[in-house]
């Protein structure tokens, strides 16, 4: 992993960076608006793009050029039209669309991280509502669901590559949402049968998307808690962006149990923005600290931790692997 930190040698860098969240909330809008989506279909004028979003037209040609200057959009005489980054990433409906997770920024971190100074000086998370919320909210359960989908969406080519699979025969994944990284694995390993465990909300997601995918029957859905109820075995057990949710007790807690599930034989694979120990990585430190804000005692932590937890639980080799960008994979086994 390098650094991504910013110049701050000048005045004018450090206001630069004081106003950093501007650009990430032009994207956040752009996404909000579906401009993406819109421009996908082809160049169109400012005043085209006003009429299509039903926008009142002041301020909209700064924030187009905004969006150009941020090399999201492409402008040519008069008319802007997507880069090709923000084609494909970023058009609703894609197979590769990400703004799942930017609606949920949107929605849930930019208002919590307003509230920042209030969570350092309590400790306390002040996203609006808890997981109860959004589980009770169909629209918010959908969107949470949308963002999961972003995020393994991203990280499931690498997955795919950085484990054999084909020496398997069955995997698991906790806290697997509607099954999309299980399902990109399984599509990728033709002799591999996949199972995921989640709270019982989540199945209807499930079978509605395996079907999507063309997977009914390949995969099987587990609804319970994983704090309550055993997992199922399987040779392969996945924990990725799960641990990060909670503390160091409980992750430890879920550890042992995935540990109690995996075959002999087998492995335990365990994902997140795993945190250096020197203050390097920028990306990761501001993950941490949105879980500060949104959970109630979670955070990421060094891959040293998953070492500590696993060998407590009885494995006894240990392979850390950068996956994607920002995260990283630790690989658990048991010798002999």
């Known amino acids: 992993m390098t650094s991504t930190a910013p110049d701050v040698s000048t005045p004018a860098r450090i ?17 909000e608006l579906d401009l ?9 004028t400012e005043e085209q793009i006003r009429h299509r979003l039903e926008l009142h037209g002041r301020g909209l040609r700064d ?28 058009v609703r409906d894609r197979p590769s669309y990400v703004g ?3 609606h949920r920024a949107n929605n849930n971190l930019y208002p919590a991280w307003g509230r920042l100074t209030d969570a350092l000086r309590t400790g306390k998370p002040q996203a609006d509502g808890g997981f109860a919320r959004v ?8 969107q949470f669901i949308r963002m999961m989908d972003a995020l393994t969406q991203v990280l499931a080519a690498p997955l795919t590559a950085a484990f054999p699979w084909s020496r398997y025969r069955s995997v698991l994944d906790v806290g697997g949402c509607r099954g999309n990284m299980a399902g990109r694995i399984v599509q990728s390993s033709p002799g591999l049968t996949g199972h995921v465990f989640d709270l019982p909300q989540m199945e209807p997601f499930f079978a509605e998307h395996m079907d999507r995918l063309g997977l009914t029957g390949r995969l099987e859905f587990h609804g ?8 199922p075995s399987a040779d392969v057990v996945i924990l990725g962006h799960v641990l990060h949710d909670y503390d160091r007790e409980r992750r430890a807690f879920l550890v042992r149990e995935a540990g109690r599930a995996v075959a002999p034989g087998g492995a335990l694979l365990v994902y997140d923005r795993m945190l250096d120990d020197e203050p390097r990585h920028v ?27 696993a060998r407590a639980a009885g494995f006894t080799s240990f392979e850390d692997v950068p996956l994607g960008e920002d995260d990283t994979l630790v690989i658990c086994r048991r010798d002999g």
């Open 15 to 31: 206001l630069r960076l004081c106003n950093s969240f501007c650009d990430a909330k032009a994207l956040l809008t752009a996404v």
């Open 36 to 44: 993406f989506t819109v421009l996908h279909a082809g160049p169109l």
């Open 63 to 90: 924030f187009l050029h905004l969006l150009a200057a941020l090399g999201l959009l492409e402008k040519t005489g008069d008319r802007y039209r997507n880069a090709p980054a923000a084609d494909e990433y970023l």
């Open 100 to 102: 799942g997770f930017i």
């Open 135 to 142: 589980l009770e909210d169909p629209a918010l359960l959908g």
């Open 224 to 231: 319970g808690d994983f704090f309550h109820d055993p997992l």
């Open 283 to 309: 990306e990761n430190l501001v993950i941490s600290l949105d879980m500060l804000l949104v959970t109630d005692g979670g955070s990421e932590y060094p891959a040293g931790e998953v070492h500590e937890h």
